[in-house]
């Protein structure tokens, strides 16, 4: 499912970045990480000086490992997929599901890359590069990820339509452990191009992806609820227990359980507290208040626009 081809034979899939982008954006940093392995190196001769050849050929060794290695997997880490290079040439590292990568996919590249751009000068990573109709090397294809280009046109940077507020938190306890990153990469690029397709064909392929998505939570489809907006409730469901992972494992990091932890782009996330729960009735001997005229708008105001509409 990580390419699907609709009737008007539109593909939808990312825009990988091309082979002189990246190529650049290595350049850039193997520019950045050699310079400081240098200064490191030089500085480790002066303190190391006094110590026999042994001694100093493990702390090279050590050296090497932590900036040449240790380092571009930390960048690409904390940063979901851009180091310094991959910043200024606007291209990002994403899983095949086109989200943002962690620890496991970066140390999966990082070694590879010991290999393919170290070790071979590059030589094999453009190979395979050229080899590949996405242009991976073997790093991303072992890691699960792919290089895209982060930089689009406006008019093709469309974001995921939001779920209906009718269909929110319906899908709160529905296992999504089942779904492969192929159908979710899928599903989100489906719905961010479904008003650039004919009718009929929109509607085929959100029935199609809506049935092997049931196929792959064992839950059907709720009845009456159209496919499209199906789709988007369920991929919002699992995009917001992505968020409140990446919150908590953050909030752990920090050693402040009890804090809101550090703000997160694109995370909003609302604490807790006592005065979130039920407040006590008011007396009974007071009369309600009549509802003033500002209340009066605001609840005669439409809901916000999410790219569907309600039920029938």
Excluded: N
Aim: overall charge positive; hydrophobic content about 50%; some cysteine.
């Amino acid at each position: 499912m990580s390419g699907v081809v609709t009737g008007d034979a539109v593909v939808l899939g990312l825009r990988p970045a091309k082979l002189p982008s990246r190529a650049l954006a290595l350049a850039i940093d193997l520019v950045v990480v050699w310079a400081a392995y240098l200064f490191i190196s030089i500085a480790l001769a002066i303190a190391t000086a006094s110590l026999d050849e042994a001694a100093v050929m493990a702390v090279s060794i050590a050296a090497f490992l932590l900036v040449l290695v240790g380092a571009p997997i930390a960048v690409e880490t904390l940063s979901h997929g851009r180091s310094l290079g991959k910043l200024a040439c606007g291209l990002r590292v994403v899983r095949d599901d086109g989200g943002p990568i962690r620890f496991r996919h970066a140390l999966v590249r990082g070694a590879m890359g010991v290999v393919e751009i170290l070790m071979t000068f590059g030589v094999v990573a453009c190979i395979a590069s050229l080899v590949s109709a996405r242009g991976r090397r073997i790093g991303d294809v072992f890691a699960g990820t792919l290089v895209v280009r982060e930089r689009v046109p406006t008019a093709h940077a469309v974001a995921v339509p939001l779920a209906p507020p009718w269909l929110t938190g319906r899908f709160a306890e529905l296992d999504l452990s089942g779904v492969p990153d192929g159908l979710w990469l899928a599903v989100r690029q489906y719905l961010t191009r479904m008003r650039q397709l004919d009718a009929e064909v929109s509607r085929s392929l959100a029935e199609r992806l809506a049935a092997d998505l049931a196929a792959r939570t064992g839950t059907p489809a709720p009845a009456g609820v159209p496919a499209p907006e199906y789709l988007a409730a369920v991929l919002g469901e699992r995009q917001s227990r992505d968020a409140r992972r990446v919150q908590a494992s953050v909030v752990g990091a920090s050693g402040f359980a009890g804090g809101p932890g550090p703000a997160l782009p694109g995370v909003q996330v609302r604490s807790v507290g006592p005065a979130s729960f039920a407040r006590p009735a008011p007396p009974a001997s007071s009369a309600p208040l009549a509802p003033s005229a500002d209340s009066a708008e605001a609840s005669a105001a439409p809901p916000p626009a999410t790219g569907f509409a309600p039920p029938a």
